[in-house]
């Protein structure tokens, strides 16, 4: 073989080693890339998800002192203490209870809301906004106002019922009406978000399906039933998940309106939590409390996903 073929021999073996390696690093490139831009999400989720979430699993384990440092690994008897415990077994009644209460109550309200607001009417646009308004309300605000609706002297629900000749009703001082009380706040909360959201999934069904029943005779309440409501099954599903989560978390109506009382009627698991934590200083119950909690929130919306979903309708 001449000099001249060895030399381009070397040459190709050369070019072959260097596609290799800039294969393999242009392989890397897009992940490069991509976890660049991705760096501070995931920074700000390690941050304030991922390490509160592992420390709460950390020091469901423990006992610790009133600064929240672990002292004395116990195992599982923190779980044990919870689960036999009267106070811990109300909370959870009282949480499903309110659950029970407002994801049904503020879906089928914001849907009929909805509905409403989606006719082509002169001036719906100043009604759309007033029935979303309560989306920019913080809770504290919202249960501000509430509490003054249910004092029960000046209140204005006790003087519209003195009006109709029923006598009043002391809303936050009754175990009865505690419970009921703080799922109405919450409703009247939730209401503006679900409504804005269902109102968008109104407004993106197809007019031609409209169109198409209307010529073949088709009545609203057919209409409704045929087409609006599988058409809107993504939007309903993802409001009520929504809601769902939200209502195991509701935590500010609670510490205003209540504070749990009266007679622990109000004591829903995260108010629970945050009694445990930050009043009692037992951390690591509380931190029990919140992995239960967690576990049970993620379980229920697995089922929904699985048992739910199949009745939703995707384009």
């Known amino acids: 073989m001449s000099s001249s073929s060895v030399t381009v021999v070397e040459e190709r073996i050369l070019q072959y080693g260097r596609k290799e ?8 490139k ?22 509160p979430m592992l420390r709460t699993v950390y020091l469901s384990f423990f006992l610790t002192d009133a600064q929240g440092v672990a002292s004395l690994f116990v195992g599982f008897e923190n779980f044990a203490y919870i689960l036999q415990s009267s106070v811990f077994r109300k909370s959870m009644v009282s949480t499903l209870l309110f659950v029970l209460y407002t994801v049904p109550s503020s879906v089928i309200i914001a849907l009929f809301l ?3 607001a989606n006719e082509k009417l002169r001036g719906i646009g100043f009604f759309r906004t007033i029935l979303s308004s309560t989306m920019g309300m913080s809770v504290a605000a919202s249960a501000v106002i509430w ?9 204005i629900l006790n003087s519209f019922l003195n009006i109709i000749g029923i006598s009043s009703i002391p809303w936050l001082l009754d175990p009865q009406w505690a419970l009921i009380s703080i799922a109405i706040t919450t409703v009247w909360m939730n209401t503006g978000f679900a409504f804005l959201v269902i109102l968008g999934g109104l407004q993106n069904i197809d007019q031609h399906l409209y169109e198409n029943a209307e010529i073949d005779g088709a009545k609203y309440r057919y209409q409704l039933r045929r087409i609006t409501l599988p058409m809107l099954s993504p939007t309903l599903f993802f409001i009520i998940t929504i809601t769902f989560i939200n209502s195991f978390q509701s935590f500010g109506q609670v510490d205003i309106l209540t504070q749990g009382g009266p ?10 939590i945050y009694r445990d934590a930050f ?5 690591g119950t509380a931190s029990a409390q919140a992995l239960i909690l967690f576990i049970l929130v993620f ?17």
Do not use: C, D
């Not at 007679?263 to 629970?272: M, P, Q, R, S």
């Open 30 to 51: 897009n992940f490069r890339t991509a976890m660049l831009y991705l760096f501070p999400s995931i920074l700000l989720f390690s941050i304030f998800l991922f390490y």
């Open 263 to 272: 007679a622990e009627a109000t004591n829903l698991i995260v108010y629970a």
């Open 279 to 283: 009043i009692n200083y037992q951390f």
């Open 21 to 28: 390696k800039l294969s393999w690093w242009g392989k890397t």
């Open 299 to 315: 379980g229920l919306t697995i089922l929904q996903f699985k048992f739910g979903e199949k009745r939703v309708h995707y384009q």
């Open 114 to 116: 909805a509905l409403l």
């Open 147 to 155: 509490l003054f609706l249910f004092h029960p002297t000046v209140g």
